[in-house]
């Protein structure tokens, strides 16, 4: 089982990426997927999530109307875009799959401090300087 991030970069304040999550080694379209962050010091903390249909996404609030979370279970891929970032943005992007059936108790799981996630990437750096 394999998931590997990448589009990590440097960019400046107000800039765009785009975040890439491929998967490989297990069902794909079973699974549910969550994107998180963490930097140095700090506890790992929820981003966006999206269905294993890709019908339906959270987000939590302080990347909601900046982020879109995407997937294409054709390519065993989900992408995260991130607009208008900002120096908190920065941060080790990991994504994560889980069965875990969908619903709003994925809303609740991303917005709080406890991620039980069957598989994890090994995440990908973002930085974005002033």
């Known amino acids: 089982v394999q998931l590997v991030e990448s589009g990590g970069g440097l960019v400046q304040n107000g800039g765009s990426l785009r975040l890439s999550c491929a998967a490989s080694?297990?069902?794909?379209?079973?699974?549910?997927i969550g994107w998180f962050r963490q930097t140095p010091g700090k506890q790992r903390e929820g981003v966006a999530c999206?269905?294993?249909?890709?019908?339906?996404?959270y987000y939590v609030e302080s990347v909601k109307g900046r982020f879109t979370i995407s997937r294409d279970n054709a390519e065993n891929t989900v992408s995260l875009y991130l607009n208008n970032l900002k120096p908190e943005d920065s941060a080790t992007y990991y994504c994560?799959?889980?069965?875990?059936?969908?619903?709003?108790?994925?809303?609740?799981?991303?917005?709080?401090?406890?991620?039980?996630?069957?598989?994890w990437g090994e995440g990908t750096l973002v930085t974005v300087f002033s």
């Open positions: 999206i269905s294993n249909t890709g019908g339906s996404a």
């Open positions: 080694g297990f069902t794909f379209e079973d699974y549910n």
């Open positions: 994560a799959a889980d069965k875990e059936p969908w619903g709003v108790d994925w809303l609740e799981m991303i917005s709080g401090d406890y991620y039980d996630m069957e598989y």
